[in-house]
Nanobody, 115 residues
Framework: QVQLVESGGGLVQAGGSLRLSCAASSTFFNVATMGWFRQAPGKQRELVASITSGGSANYADFVKGRFTIFRDATRNTVYLRMDSLKPEDTAVYYC?????????WGQGTQVTVSS
């Protein structure tokens, strides 16, 4: 079993920045594609960004140019740097680790952007 622990959420004003962290409990991290998803009240969970074990990143159109995903293999941690935050970015942000046949989720961290 792989545990993912997110941190870094909070309340920020529009235009501000936050950095989310997701620490994995095992070296499964080294082969997994890591992703950040978010779910706002009344909406479906959606992909925000992902990064492969080789470092290739993918972003949802609504965060391109504002968010950056990166990973640190020495810490088994993936980060999401969020800049120019908007009120519509308010959601619970979840970390996911995936590999063919295996998928794990974190417990989520709340991000609230005030206008």
């Amino acid at each position: 079993q792989v545990q993912l622990v997110e941190s870094g959420g909070g309340l920020v004003q529009a235009g501000g920045s936050l950095r989310l962290s997701c620490a994995a409990s095992s070296t499964f991290f080294n082969v997994a594609t890591m992703g950040w998803f978010r779910q706002a009240p009344g909406k479906q969970r959606e992909l925000v960004a992902s990064i492969t074990s080789g470092g290739s990143a993918n972003y949802a159109d609504f965060v391109k140019g504002r968010f950056t995903i990166f990973r640190d293999a020495t810490r088994n941690t993936v980060y999401l740097r969020m800049d120019s935050l908007k009120p519509e970015d308010t959601a619970v942000y979840y970390c996911q680790a995936s590999y063919p046949g295996r998928m794990y989720w974190g417990q989520g961290t709340q991000v609230t952007v005030s206008s």
